[in-house]
């Protein structure tokens, strides 16, 4: 119950955000935090630079699902949060179809965090402060194995071709095979060999880079 009262005040939050960032109808330009060129794809209507009239319907429907999945990739939940705010910027300046706009932005929201992993923009999290702690206990040492685990399961996928990566991401944040293939535009039936060789792919990457260490 605590876990969701503080999700729902984060996005609370960041649709405040969101929305600050947008320009109003007939306003001036966007926000350029999602015009940069490392950003999601963003379609916007044409003689129209305004915030789409169902924002916030959308945005309170998918904000859980678009944070679980950026920090499905990133592992932190500030710059999950961060992701999706930047995320849903581009989706009020865009001209997605409504019924298509939640696997839209879960496809987005793993990209943009891919993109966050490889161009090393991280912010040093809470996980990376705990492995340099001392002294060392055993508690804290298998602490820090684990946490050095999550961080080379991170960079392997970060290395993955990008539709394999994304096809993982949205299937391990707990979207079914249904919405996984709507969303990459793939046959329902070809996502289980999709997610199966992108799980192959993962540990052939981590055996490659563990046997080189």
């Not at 792919?201 to 055996?207: I, S």
Request: aromatic share 2%.
């Amino acid at each position: 119950m605590e876990e969701d009262v503080e999700l729902v005040g984060h996005g609370v939050t960041a649709l405040a955000a969101v929305a600050s960032a947008l320009p109003s109808r007939g306003g001036s330009r966007a926000a350029g935090r999602a015009g940069r060129k490392d950003a999601v794809a963003v379609s916007t209507p044409a003689g129209r630079n305004a915030i789409r009239p169902d924002l916030e319907r959308v945005f309170r429907a998918a904000y859980p699902r678009v944070v679980g999945v950026a920090a499905r990739v990133l592992g932190s939940r500030d710059q999950a949060d961060d992701v999706a705010q930047e995320v849903f910027l581009a989706f009020g300046r865009s001209s997605v179809p409504a019924a298509e706009a939640v696997g839209w932005l879960c496809v987005a929201a793993a990209h943009t965090a891919l993109n966050h992993l490889r161009t090393g923009r991280r912010r040093a999290s809470r996980e990376e402060a705990v492995s340099g702690a001392a002294p060392v206990s055993p508690d804290v040492a298998d602490l820090v194995v684990t946490l050095d685990e999550r961080r080379r399961v991170r960079a392997a996928l970060a290395r993955l071709p990008r539709r394999q990566a994304v096809a993982l991401v949205l299937r391990h944040s707990g979207l079914s095979y249904a919405e996984v293939a709507a969303a990459l535009d793939l046959s329902p039936g070809s996502v289980g060999t999709v997610v199966r060789r992108a799980e192959s792919a993962l540990r052939k990457e981590l055996n490659r880079h563990a046997s080189s260490d």
